[in-house]
Antibody, heavy 120, light 110 residues
Framework: VQLVESGGDLIQPGGSLRLSCSAS????????MNWVRQTPGKGLEWISQ????????RHAASLKGRFSVSRDNARKTLFLQMTRLSAEDTGLYYC??????????????WGPGTQVTVAS | QPTLTQPPSVSGAPGRRVSISCSGT?????????VFWYQQLPGEAPRLLIS???KRPSGVPDRFSASKSGTSASLAISELQAEDEADYYC??????????FGTGTKVTVL
């Protein structure tokens, strides 16, 4: 199992950014996927989850609709579209696979993360 | 965003036992949700360490054990070793927020 995030950048407040997560080594379409971020002040924070068939998408209420998760199973890629970014969104963004077998509701594999910095 | 509460830090001498608490509410740990623990070594991504029923991924030593009672959970590390120095996070399903993490605990080996 391998997950590799990309797309992190230095972005100005109010801007938008799309993160990607490339997956390999497992049946990507069979698994729900999570985005989790880590910020200096708040530790780990769950952001979004999307089911394997994209039918169910959930986002943290604190995001107030600014972020949107999607996936392309043919390309084995997960996405996170982020809008109206502010300094509070600065952090390391991880994608993680959610297990349904041995550890249901746990993120059993994580990527190394991609850094998002929001600053002028 | 609601989180699970952990002590900021714990420490112990090599060979000793330390415990980390994780306090939740009726909408997460108290609702019967399983609790998971993650270990984050410096500069690395978190890795799944153990589930609430003490199921460990391959490679995780049995020095790590977990328990849960009511709205709280705990992680115990016995026979503490230098390689255990890391940040530890609990995580659970939440009926309102879907997934919640703990505030994190830094374990220092004296």
């Amino acid at each position: 199992v391998q997950l590799v995030e990309s797309g992190g950048d230095l972005i100005q407040p109010g801007g938008s950014l799309r993160l990607s997560c490339s997956a390999s080594g497992f049946s990507f379409s069979s698994y729900s996927m999570n985005w989790v971020r880590q910020t200096p002040g708040k530790g780990l924070e769950w952001i979004s989850q999307i089911s394997g068939d994209s039918r169910t998408r959930r986002h943290a209420a604190s995001l107030k609709g600014r972020f949107s998760v999607s996936r392309d199973n043919a390309r084995k890629t997960l996405f996170l579209q982020m809008t109206r970014l502010s300094a509070e969104d600065t952090g390391l963004y991880y994608c993680a696979r959610e297990d349904f077998d041995d550890y249901p509701n746990a993120s059993d594999f994580w990527g190394p993360g991609t850094q998002v910095t929001v600053a002028s | 965003q609601p989180t699970l509460t952990q002590p900021p830090s714990v420490s112990g001498a090599p060979g000793r036992r330390v415990s980390i608490s994780c306090s939740g509410t009726r909408s997460n740990i108290g609702s019967g949700s399983d609790v998971f623990w993650y270990q984050q070594l410096p500069g690395e991504a978190p890795r799944l360490l153990i589930s609430g029923n003490n199921k460990r991924p391959s490679g995780v030593p049995d020095r790590f054990s977990a328990s849960k009672s009511g709205t709280s959970a705990s992680l115990a590390i016995s026979e503490l070793q230098a390689e255990d120095e890391a940040d530890y996070y609990c995580q659970a399903h939440d009926d309102n927020e879907w997934r919640v993490f703990g505030t994190g605990t830094k374990v220092t080996v004296l």
